[in-house]
């Protein structure tokens, strides 16, 4: 995967976040109208130990799932985030067919609940 093309958005387009060591990136609690996708530089999120890189989604799960975030998300270092807005990421995937979008959203509201069912 390319990291300036995600979903067939090119991450161009979009804003960036800079961030440093220990700055917070994404709240616990914040709402889940924007995905975040790492450009350079590494993140940490509460209670996992492998850092995110460049090309990974910043908690995509709860991005489709959840009306908002939990659990802070850290800069580990120096980088950036693009934004994506949640129309933006859901007209992405409306135009790759009818059910992309219900179906993602599906998908992850069930991991959620697996989640807290074995917590």
């Known amino acids: 995967m390319r990291k300036d093309d995600i979903l067939g958005l ?4 979009y804003p960036r976040q800079s961030f440093g ?16 996708v ?4 590494r993140l940490g999120i509460d209670r996992v130990s492998k850092p995110l890189g460049p090309g990974d989604i910043v908690k995509s799960i709860e991005f489709f ?15 950036q985030v693009a934004v994506l807005p949640r129309g933006a990421v859901r007209a992405c995937l409306d135009a790759q067919g009818a059910m992309t979008w219900n179906l993602a959203c599906a998908l992850a509201i069930e991991a959620i609940a697996a989640s807290k069912e074995h917590a």
């Open 10 to 13: 090119n991450l161009d387009h």
């Open 21 to 36: 060591a220990g700055d917070v990136v994404l709240s616990d609690g914040s709402e889940t109208d924007r995905m975040l």
């Open 38 to 41: 790492v450009i350079d530089g």
């Open 65 to 79: 799932g959840a009306s908002h975030y939990a659990g802070e998300v850290r800069g580990r270092g120096p980088g």
